[in-house]
């Protein structure tokens, strides 16, 4: 954590404060920046809140807080008209110990990132949101948000609204999205950008309503299944695909959904690490897997005898056959 000199603020020309990778603590600033523009990331605090940190910034457009402790007292945002990009961010536990007690945002906002936080003010799972709230946003990104049950349908009424980000949510935020999408598809006016899905629970209502088909541009999935009927995996879709990680939490005896998938270097041209994991019915990984040019690592740990068998021989044929000593194999 660093601390800001008090020198800093006394800099009334400032417009951009910004550090990399870090937060920076203020003390208190005594003075209005009313030229400061962009200030992140700081570490908000309850005293820093009632010190009147926001009202000295009343000209700001960019700003990033960070909170580690619940705040129990108002974080108000709202007169900030001119913010425009807001980052609230925080070390979330995933039973959601850490939270804001109440945020108010500003009406201009285009750009909202909700990351790791749960805000108490929006119930902590539900929250309000729709033209009204945010009638300017055109991006939302919301990421590690292990409690938020849904991203309210009215989200897709914004008529400025254009990009929806998920990164690292439940299933469920991720089929609220894909809901609003659908809706909004005669428009033609939101796309929807998850880059990485950690851990999706998957089920065959979930694959029925077109998980795999309303995430074209995922990056890294992790899915995860148990106690549901057999699974036939099509992940054709997830053409930029780099990272695939499947597990499941099944006893042996018992009977595991991901029998077979369809893989191969047309479906997944991008892959570069494939993870399998407790998935003991699984009755191999595909050989054509082996041909995809970008993989560098298979990963599997306590799968059955035939799913080891499969991946052994993915990397003979690659030794063998095509000189291909870069594909590392690890079993556990």
Known sequence: MRYVTSELWEMYELRH???ESTTINIRKIKFDLK???TLS?????????CSGFSERIPNIIKLGIYYEDSLNI????????????????????KDGSRFLHKLRFPSNLRKLTLYGCVLESLNLVHWKADETNFPKLRELFVGRYYKLEEIPNAMGDIPTLQRIYIRE????IVASAQQILKLQQ????????AQTLSTVWITLELIGNGLYEGIPNIIKLEIYYEDSPNIEADLSHLHKLEILHCQSELDKDESLNLVRWKADETNFPK???LSVSDCYKLEEIPSAIGDIPTLQQIHIRECGASTVA????ILKVQQEEYDNFDLKLYIR
């Open 17 to 19: 404060i910004r550090f």
């Open 35 to 37: 030229k400061l523009q």
């Open 41 to 49: 990331t700081v570490w908000t605090t309850p005293k820093l809140i």
């Open 74 to 93: 108002e974080v108000d945002l709202s007169h900030l008209h001119k913010l425009e990009i807001l980052l609230c961010q925080s070390e979330l536990d």
């Open 169 to 172: 949510c439940g299933a469920s």
């Open 186 to 193: 005669e428009e033609n006016s939101i796309i929807l950008f």
């Open 271 to 273: 892959l570069r690490r």
């Open 310 to 313: 499969s991946v052994q021989q």
